[in-house]
């Protein structure tokens, strides 16, 4: 795998209604998974692109937040939990990076 895909795996399963990518990012004893679909995006190029920007992003704040890793992954999952239950209600708002 080349280091560009490293941490993102494309999902293109008949038996599934997902098609995207996910990334996912395991430090410090947590995992942190993100979806992102072509639907949403609109493609698998712009999807991909999403999903890349948004792994830039978690490694970059992780570099700014290496003396309290522990910390910074559990406000993200915190941070992408709540994103999930914002969902379930019905709000169809979308974050496109880690905050």
């Given at each position: ?6 941490n ?22 947590r ?15 712009e ?53």
């Amino acid at each position: 795998m080349s280091k560009k895909n490293k941490n993102i795996t494309r999902y293109t399963y008949e038996s599934t209604d997902f098609l995207g990518w996910r990334v996912s990012i395991q430090r410090c004893g947590r995992i942190i998974t993100r979806y992102f679909s072509d639907l949403q995006y609109g493609s698998e190029e712009e999807s991909y692109r999403h999903a890349v920007d948004y792994r830039d992003s978690v490694f970059s704040q992780m570099a700014n937040h290496r003396q309290n890793l522990s910390a910074y992954m559990d406000e993200e999952l915190a941070h992408l939990q709540d994103l999930l239950r914002r969902k379930e209600k019905g709000d169809d708002t979308t974050e496109e990076m880690a905050h």
